[in-house]
T-cell receptor
Framework: AQSVTQPDIHITVSEGASLELRCNYS??????LFWYVQSPGQGLQLLLK??????LVQGIKGFEAEFKRSQSSFNLRKPSVHWSDAAEYFC?????????????FGAGTTVTVRA | DVKVTQSSRYLVKRTGEKVFLECVQD?????MFWYRQDPGLGLRLIYF???????EKGDIPEGYSVSREKKERFSLILESASTNQTSMYLC?????????????FGEGSWLTVV
C-alpha cells in the first residue's frame, strides 16, 4: 500500500527566508504526487502536482517541488516566504494502480512565519 | 471555479445521536470523498463514491456510513456518534479517473461529540 511521510511536524521560518518541506513516499509504481496547503479554518488548496515529465514542478503562490525517484522524495520549496504562507502543508500520493484513485496523505507540516 | 460546499461548518452533538454531514459539489464530478482530519494523523479516507448509489470503504469506515442518491450530493452519516468521532471532516470531489484531474476540497465540518 502507498504511504507518505512528512518528517517535520513543525517548522518556523523568518519572513523572507527560504523554506523547504520534506516529503517521502512509498509506492510501487510511478507515483502521482501532490502538495496541498491548508490555512487555519479552511479546506485544502492544491499547490502543485506531479504526474510525469519534468521533475521540477512549479505551482501557485511561488512554490515548487522536485521529484527525486532515487530518494523517493517530493520536497516542496519556496525561495522567500511571506507571512501569508503560515499554514499546514500536506503531501499526498495517489493510488492509480487500480480503480480506486485514492489519495493518501502525510501527517502534515505546520509552518510558522516570524517577522 | 469548482465549489465543494459543506453546509455545516461547526456542529456539537451528544453521544448516541445520529449525525448527518452534507456535501454538495457544483461541477458534475463523478468522484466524491469523505476524509477525517486529526492532528498528527493527517487526512484519512472514510468512504468514497464513483457514481450515484455507489460507495466504497476507505481506510477507516467503522462507525460511519454514506449516501449518494444524487450525483452532486454525498452525505456522511454517523449512526450513533461517539466522542472519538470528534474531528474535522473534509469532503472532496473530482472528475472520473482522478489521476488526470485535481481533487477539490470543501472547507471542512468541525464536529464535537460531547
Amino acid at each position: 500500500a502507498q504511504s507518505v511521510t512528512q518528517p517535520d511536524i513543525h517548522i518556523t521560518v523568518s519572513e523572507g527566508a527560504s523554506l523547504e518541506l520534506r516529503c517521502n513516499y512509498s509506492y510501487g509504481a510511478t507515483p502521482y504526487l501532490f502538495w496541498y496547503v491548508q490555512s487555519p479554518g479552511q479546506g485544502l488548496q492544491l499547490l502543485l502536482k506531479y504526474f510525469s515529465g519534468d521533475t521540477l514542478v512549479q505551482g501557485i503562490k511561488g512554490f515548487e517541488a522536485e521529484f527525486k525517484r532515487s530518494q523517493s522524495s517530493f520536497n516542496l520549496r519556496k525561495p522567500s516566504v511571506h507571512w501569508s504562507d503560515a499554514a499546514e502543508y500536506f503531501c499526498a500520493v495517489l493510488n492509480h494502480s487500480s480503480n480506486d484513485y485514492k489519495l493518501s496523505f502525510g501527517a502534515g507540516t505546520t509552518v510558522t512565519v516570524r517577522a | 471555479d469548482v465549489k465543494v460546499t459543506q453546509s455545516s461548518r461547526y456542529l456539537v452533538k451528544r453521544t448516541g445521536e445520529k449525525v448527518f454531514l452534507e456535501c454538495v459539489q457544483d461541477m458534475d464530478h463523478e468522484n466524491m470523498f469523505w476524509y477525517r482530519q486529526d492532528p498528527g494523523l493527517g487526512l484519512r479516507l472514510i468512504y468514497f463514491s464513483y457514481d450515484v448509489k455507489m460507495k466504497e470503504k476507505g481506510d477507516i469506515p467503522e462507525g460511519y456510513s454514506v449516501s449518494r442518491e444524487k450525483k452532486e450530493r454525498f452525505s456522511l452519516i454517523l449512526e450513533s456518534a461517539s466522542t472519538n468521532q470528534t474531528s474535522m471532516y473534509l469532503c472532496a470531489s473530482s472528475l472520473a479517473r482522478a489521476y488526470g484531474n485535481t481533487i477539490y476540497f470543501g472547507e471542512g465540518s468541525w464536529l464535537t461529540v460531547v
